[in-house]
């Protein structure tokens, strides 16, 4: 079938399969400048959804939304040597405006916590200003190499948080909080199972003293790091000079933190759940939860659509995000297609003697069809919903299990990392790593918090293991 439809399987090309799905299924669509995306209303009600509940977390913990400038002069970026060090391949920089050469150039905004620690330098003066707990949705340019719709793009949507706080304990329990929020989004609300953990040295942000992150498996094997949250100590604050008069009178640097969330977790959601026919949504995501496809001819054309509009409105007075797919130039096998194509999760079909016997056919995104009385048929779809919602999950999980292998010999480990992820003891050296990535191309994805202690020597080297556990490695986006 998928072929018949024009998508190549995941099995023959799956970067082709994932293209063509975000384009077709109307998601997104390549933008004029390279590396842009224009994400259409049916992608971008994902993030809006995604947007809601993770506003909700951020305000219940806290945090106040502001909004800084898209303009950062150069030299902000010059003050912390890693930061820049580590964003310079990536800036877009603004060298003229007014017709006229600029006396300092600005950079487009990559992130946010050169700006936000200026400002943070004015405002904050005693331990009474703090803890500061911000956060901002705005767009950020980062001028990749190789861009892939939500993945990497040159410009793409997220929310990045930023705290100060007067103490290290402090600031590292909210670095920790702030990505346990994200792996309950990713978990209950993308159905995206995942392995928290620390990242490497060589992996961690520029400019960070060390970064959380939310690691998961696409179907194809790869790993997509999900989010990340930052202690970045007092690396900022002694940069920007953001300091406090403490309750000893004493004058200190504050701690601070970042982390992000952005649209490439549409894409994940597209990579982990999708299938030949399409995308599969979580029902807690998905802009449409129930498709209904009234089935008609000649004159029960009338009664079929009043019928079916009538159950619309019982199903979205009881929350259900419900759409009637009244469209007379299509067959009721092309609707089909194009609503599995899309990835509702549950699609009503209503035909005449459906209308006379008060029952509804239910095919569910996952699979099967049964026949359902029309009577308390609203209370009946969310315990549908729900049960889809956790059976996306543990397929997911279940999926990320049978793919991932522990390993003790460099030879396995080769063959193992091009087939999903692998578990292996590692020494800890940037070097070690680096010639792994030359002979693999894959990397250090994070120290899992869960991977029990145990003690092992390094998959590549034979040296003795650094983090006393063993560590996740895989081919990444």
């Known amino acids: ?8 399987p995941q099995s023959v090309d799956f970067n082709e399969w994932y293209n063509e799905v975000v384009l077709r299924a109307d998601l997104v669509d390549y933008g004029p400048v390279r590396g842009t995306m224009v ?17 909700r977390l951020f305000k219940e913990t806290g945090h106040q939304n502001a909004y800084f400038p898209l303009f950062i002069p150069i030299s902000f970026l010059q003050k912390e040597a890693q ?23 600005l950079a487009v905004r990559p992130t946010s916590e050169t ?16 803890p500061q707990l911000l956060n901002q949705w705005n767009s950020v340019v980062r001028w990749e190499l190789r861009t892939k719709p939500f993945l990497r793009t ?11 706080h007067a103490t290290q304990e402090e600031a590292e329990a909210e670095a920790h909080r702030m990505a346990g929020v994200y792996a309950q989004v990713l978990r209950e609300w993308c ?35 999900s989010c990340t949250s930052h202690y970045l100590g007092q690396n900022f604050a002694r940069a920007f000079g953001i300091q406090f008069q403490d309750k000893d009178q004493e004058n ?7 982390w992000g969330f952005s649209t490439r977790v549409i894409g994940a959601i597209v990579m982990t759940h999708g299938d030949d026919k399409g995308l599969i949504l979580p029902p807690r995501l998905a802009p449409i939860q129930v498709v209904v496809v009234p089935i008609y001819k000649g004159e029960t054309r009338e009664g079929v659509l009043s019928a079916a509009e009538a159950l619309c409105r019982v199903l979205r007075e ?29 699609r009503l079909e209503l035909g005449p003697r459906d209308v006379e016997g008060g029952t509804v056919v239910l095919a569910s995104r996952l699979g099967g069809k049964e026949t359902l009385r029309q009577e308390g048929l609203a209370g009946l779809l969310q315990e549908r919903l729900n049960r889809f919602q956790q059976d996306l999950y543990q397929r997911a999980l279940a999926f990320r299990d049978a793919h991932t292998w522990v390993v003790d010999g460099y030879d396995e480990f080769k063959e193992r990392v091009e087939q999903g992820f692998v578990k292996a003891f590692h020494c800890g050296d940037a070097g070690c790593e680096k010639q792994i990535k030359a002979d693999t191309t894959a990397t250090t994805r994070c120290i899992p918090f869960d991977e029990p202690k145990a003690e092992g020597v390094c998959i590549r080297c034979g040296r003795p293991s650094a983090y006393g556990k063993r560590i996740l490695f895989a081919k990444a986006y």
């Open 39 to 55: 994400i259409k209303p049916y992608g971008y009600a994902i993030w809006e959804n995604l947007q809601r509940e993770l506003d």
């Open 191 to 225: 159905a995206i199972p995942g392995w928290e953990g620390l990242k490497t040295e060589s992996e961690k942000f520029a400019g960070a003293v060390y970064t959380l992150s939310y690691e998961a498996m696409m179907r194809d094997g790869k790993a997509l790091q």
């Open 154 to 164: 040159t410009e793409f949507l997220w929310q990045e948080g930023h705290t100060a």
């Open 318 to 346: 009881a929350g259900i995000r419900v759409h009637l797919d009244d469209r007379d130039q299509y067959s009721p096998g092309y609707k089909f297609n194009e609503w599995e194509l899309k990835g509702v999760p549950l």
């Open 83 to 105: 930061h820049v060090e580590g964003f310079a391949p990536e800036l877009a920089v603004v060298t003229q405006a007014g017709g006229e050469a600029l006396e300092e150039p």
């Open 115 to 130: 700006i936000i620690g200026y400002m943070w330098a004015k405002w904050i003066r005693t331990y009474r200003d703090l």
């Open 252 to 258: 200190k640097y504050v701690h601070t933190t970042s």
């Open 1 to 8: 079938m998928a072929k018949e439809k024009g998508i190549t």
